[in-house]
């Protein structure tokens, strides 16, 4: 298994709070994403990281930004959390962007 | 864009054989992923075709036509450990990027 691991793994915050997610590989991977995850849907991309101190915008950006200061750490951060952004949160990792590993998840919950 | 279409659910018996169908539009198409999701797990990399045919891999096989814009996972010899969601994904457009199918369940019966 690709060395992913994301923290924390459950998250419980108020309305208007801001949360920050980290993922943190062991590959050396020079790509790593952020998806959300929610019923009715597959993944959506959030944010995307191409290097370190480069990222892009996916799909579903609004309300979220991110920073990798380090090849190992890319952080997910919800500025001022809302309801709409409960949600399972997955971070994956990429050599090649066509095979993307995934890590465990955190399960957020906005309240 | 891109967008993607497969089957919300699926129903098959153990031993048997089940195929999960996925169209898709999208422009830049580079290939066609598979991925497995067990309940309350991460998502899983299955396969991987970027030209046309059949690559198999195991109890498991993926099927590309570009020409159709079409492909297909192919379960095997069912087991219940096979239960569970599986998402197609294209690769595809100038920033490279997967975007994934709203995912399909599969439910193995004994």
């Known amino acids: 298994d690709a060395g992913i691991t994301q923290s924390p793994r459950h998250k419980v915050t108020e309305t208007g709070t801001p949360v920050t997610l980290r993922c943190h590989q062991t590959e050396n991977h020079r790509y790593m994403y952020w998806y959300r995850q929610d019923p009715g849907h597959g993944l959506r991309l959030i944010h995307y990281s191409y290097g370190v101190k480069d990222t892009d915008k996916g799909e579903v950006s609004d309300g979220y930004s991110v920073s990798r200061s380090k090849t190992e750490d890319f952080l997910l951060t919800l500025e001022s959390a809302t309801s709409s952004q409960t949600s399972v949160y997955f971070c994956?990792?990429?050599?090649?962007?066509?095979?993307?590993?995934f890590g465990p998840g955190t399960r957020l919950t906005v309240l | 864009g891109q967008s993607l279409e497969q089957p919300s659910e699926v129903t098959a018996v153990e031993g048997a054989i089940v195929q999960i169908n996925c169209t898709y539009q999208?422009?830049?198409?580079?290939?066609l992923s598979w991925y497995q999701q067990h309940d309350g797990g991460a998502p899983t990399f299955l396969s991987y075709?970027?030209?046309?045919g059949l690559e198999e891999t195991g109890r498991f096989s993926s099927f590309l036509s570009r020409s159709d814009s079409y492909g297909y996972l192919l379960l095997q010899e069912l087991q219940m450990k096979d239960s569970a969601s599986y998402f197609c994904?294209?690769?595809?457009?100038?920033?490279?990027?997967?975007?994934f199918g709203s995912g399909t369940q599969l439910t193995v019966l004994p």
């Open positions: 999208t422009s830049g198409f580079y290939g």
């Open positions: 994956a990792i990429s050599g090649d962007r066509d095979t993307q590993y």
């Open positions: 994904a294209v690769f595809a457009g100038s920033a490279r990027q997967l975007t």
């Open positions: 075709n970027a030209l046309d």
